[in-house]
């Protein structure tokens, strides 16, 4: 089975500064997908960025960077220059590639605020 | 490129009732999906269709939900006798593999009286 764990339920960062919020994977599958997700007070769900578990580099996405260390089984979201708007709820997710399962696993989220 | 749409956005009704749900997704995505969040939770999957066929579905999703995509394209999720624990927003998503991301709908927001 599938696991996604986000152990920060929220965060604060200072406008205009960057922050980290941490996600760990669990899966026996070797090759999946991994994705962050914003979701603000509205409800949608914003797709932000995606990493392949055999990309060799990290994915970046304007001011969203993953930091990934496939033997951590760790994909960190990276958001430098925090803005106002990016007060948001965050979830990691992942799919697995081989196991015939194909719906996204979230994590549990972390709610992130941003300090004018 | 008109993204995923949901409808209704909000639904209160009786416990008890029935209701459904309606998703159109992208229209080159062949590949849509029910998911059920409760507050302070990530989503949790419901059902996924490729095309028309209904592939995987959910322990979640028990006798009294049902889920259809007649022509591959729109999908409705139906509730029957719905209870207080069916109170959720209920998001749709769509993809054109398993490869790339799956984009989701506003939700469907539905509160159980």
């Known amino acids: 089975a599938q696991k996604i764990t986000q152990t920060q339920p929220g965060m604060f960062v200072q406008e205009k500064e960057a922050v980290t919020l941490d996600c760990t994977y669990d899966t026996s599958d070797p090759s999946y997908g991994l994705f962050w997700y914003k979701q603000p007070s509205s409800g949608e769900m914003i797709f932000l960025i995606y990493?392949?578990?055999?990309?060799?580099q990290n994915a970046t996405e304007g001011r969203y960077s993953l930091n990934f260390q496939k033997a951590r089984k760790s994909a960190n979201l990276v958001i430098s220059a925090s803005q106002l708007g990016d007060s948001a709820m965050y979830f990691c997710?992942?799919?697995?590639?081989?196991?015939?399962?194909?719906?996204?696993?979230f994590g549990k989220g972390t709610r992130l605020s941003v300090i004018a | 490129d008109t993204g995923v749409s949901q409808d209704p956005r909000h639904k209160i009704t009786k416990r008890g009732q029935n209701v459904t749900f309606r998703c159109d997704p992208i229209s080159e995505h062949n590949r849509l999906y029910w998911y059920r969040q409760t507050l302070g939770q990530g989503p949790e999957f419901l059902t996924y269709f490729q095309n028309e066929a209904q592939l995987e579905k959910s322990r979640l999703l028990s006798d009294r939900f049902s889920a259809e995509r007649p022509k591959g394209s729109f999908s409705t999720l139906e509730i029957q006798r719905t209870e207080q624990g069916d109170s959720a927003m209920y998001l749709c998503?769509?993809?054109?593999?398993?490869?790339?991301?799956?984009?989701f709908g506003d939700g469907t927001r539905l509160s159980i009286l």
């Open positions: 998503a769509s993809s054109l593999s398993v490869e790339q991301p799956q984009h």
């Open positions: 997710a992942m799919v697995p590639y081989n196991s015939g399962n194909t719906p996204l696993v």
């Open positions: 990493q392949g578990s055999y990309d060799q």
